[in-house]
């Protein structure tokens, strides 16, 4: 009987790491020596935000994410944690808004400014007062707006409502109180119902965080656990720790039994962290090693052998923290399908890595580019609170399709959109053609974006463009900031022509559909 290799047919086999070039890095930037096991790194398609070196209390700086090149050494921060900041979070529903936590026992809340920053910021927008301890981690929730976990080293994991309107919060909304050590990982499912935790008790749990009871309990022995991380739908969790040869590990487990883990394998004998990063659109986990230059990557499948190596990124620089672009800030016309910030201490450098799958077409390639996760919230906190659970709002990422961006788009408003009801156009989407037709929500939401351009003065309106107040904004002082500001420019124009084509296709479906109506009314 002659052997047969088994072939797996993949459209991500090729999937290769592209290391920025030098002008497209961030230079001289005073990355933070501090040995806390965070990314250390936050970023979204308006920003990157990274922890700084800072005498007397802790800081981080937010840079605009096409200010490359080598940065001012005097650049404003924002500085108003007495203690080192050990993680930093974007909101995932506003470009604009971070959290961050710190030593003194503080979260706080920080609105960055649209114009780029001119001076120091130390007064927070909100102010979490609760735990007794340093706090370590933080994680906005996937789906509810203003909902914000913070885990302490009490051994606290607490919930906040943002959407109180005072200032300094001291009362969490619930405190889980599940755990005996310090919390060293957190994760949410998709629709944020579940969480998931790992312990220095090296112990996975998994929690209904608005009941707070653990559901289920992971002390397998032979795995120490670090990181754990839900893998999307697919109902299974994925950990990176050590094994009792303090060998690096990763394991994968069954979500409604986590007694003994599906798989088990042992990756080398460094002694840096591993971060787990999952796409859950193509499907694809990326393991990144503190303290090397390697990123691996694997492909999810749901049956076994349940995790697929694909290949693995090496570069000679190690990493002390590594960021992530959401997948509304990929560059889709060069098929990039996930991007890493990756912190070079040692050269004060953050180095941008994309992933990118090799195609030959420049057009839009819809098979790697499903409908992924939006901008806009899918519940209201109040609404989470009280038990409801949906989840994300999918957006597509072909460019023109609209709500890519968490801020406000100031658009000249169509004229059919005034005078024609939400009802209507739910009725209408049944004959048009799925890609050129926005959801009901969508609909909502720009009706509302043009309820707050009909508030503004009109001065006010001309003066943002693409998010940025360009009268705030410095002129370009060198030849390469001149060149970005054009290349952003003709972005810019490219974007608006594409979506007064597709505004014009959508009048024209819209007339269609008034004329079929007026016929089948015209039958009865």
């Not at 658009?411 to 926005?438: C, I």
Request: glycine share 6%; net charge neutral.
């Amino acid at each position: 009987m002659s052997w047969h290799p088994q072939y797996r047919s993949s459209k991500f086999r090729h999937v290769y790491g592209k290391a920025a070039s030098k002008e497209k890095c961030y230079d001289c930037v005073p990355i933070t020596r501090n040995v806390h096991d965070n990314h250390f790194c936050a970023v979204n398609p308006h920003f990157i935000a990274v922890v700084t070196e800072c005498a007397g209390g802790g800081a981080f700086l937010v840079i605009p994410i096409h200010q490359t090149g080598k940065l001012d050494p005097h650049y404003p921060k924002i500085c108003g944690h007495k203690g080192n900041v050990l993680d930093i979070k974007w909101n995932p529903f506003n470009d604009f808004v971070i959290a961050s936590c710190s030593e003194d026992a503080t979260v706080k809340i920080w609105d960055i400014p649209k114009h780029l920053l001119t001076r120091n910021i130390t007064i927070p927008k909100k102010e979490l007062l609760g735990h007794a301890r340093r706090v370590g981690l933080i994680e906005w929730h996937p789906t509810a707006n203003n909902i914000l976990f913070s885990s302490g080293y009490d051994y606290k994991i607490m919930i906040w409502n943002l959407d109180s309107k005072d200032a300094v919060i001291s009362n969490p909304v619930k405190i889980l109180d599940a755990h005996k050590d310090v919390v060293l990982s957190m994760s949410f499912n998709t629709d944020g119902s579940l969480l998931a935790t790992a312990c220095r008790d090296r112990k996975i749990r998994l929690i209904d965080p608005r009941a707070g009871t653990v559901l289920q309990e992971a002390s397998y022995k032979s795995h120490r656990v670090n990181k754990v991380l839900f893998l999307g739908n697919v109902k299974k969790l994925f950990s990176t720790g050590t094994s009792r040869w303090n060998n690096r590990q990763i394991a994968l487990w069954d979500q409604n039994d986590l007694s003994v883990p599906l798989l088990e394998e042992d990756l080398d004998g460094s002694s840096g962290l591993l971060f787990p990063f999952y796409d859950s659109d193509t499907h694809m986990l990326y393991v990144v090693g503190k303290g090397d230059g390697n990123i691996r990557y694997y492909e999810i499948s749901p049956e076994k052998p349940y995790l697929n190596y694909l290949m693995e990124y090496r570069s000679h620089l190690p990493q002390k923290g590594i960021g992530m672009m959401p997948k509304r800030g990929l560059e889709v016309s060069a098929c990039e399908i996930f991007r890493f910030y990756k912190l070079i201490p040692t050269k004060s450098l953050i180095e941008p890595i994309s992933m990118i799958v090799p195609r030959r077409s420049e057009s839009y390639q819809e098979d790697i580019y499903p409908l992924t996760t939006g901008a806009q919230p899918a519940l209201t906190a109040q609404e989470w609170l009280n038990g409801v659970n949906k989840g994300p709002l999918l957006v597509s990422l072909r460019p023109g399709s609209g709500a890519m961006n968490s801020i406000p788009q100031f658009l000249e408003p169509q004229p059919l959109m005034k005078t024609t009801d939400l009802s209507q156009q739910q009725g209408w989407g049944g004959r048009m053609p799925l890609e050129d037709v926005q959801k009901p929500r969508e609909i909502e939401d720009s009706r509302k974006q043009l309820k707050v351009e009909e508030k503004l003065p009109k001065n006010e309106q001309m003066r943002l463009s693409n998010g940025f107040d360009i009268f705030e904004c410095p002129p370009p002082k060198t030849e390469n900031e001149l060149l970005q500001m054009f290349y952003r420019q003709q972005e810019e124009i490219r974007r608006l022509r594409e979506l007064v084509n597709q505004r014009d296709v959508q009048i024209k479906q819209l007339e269609l559909e008034l004329r079929n109506l007026c016929t089948d009314a015209g039958s009865y």
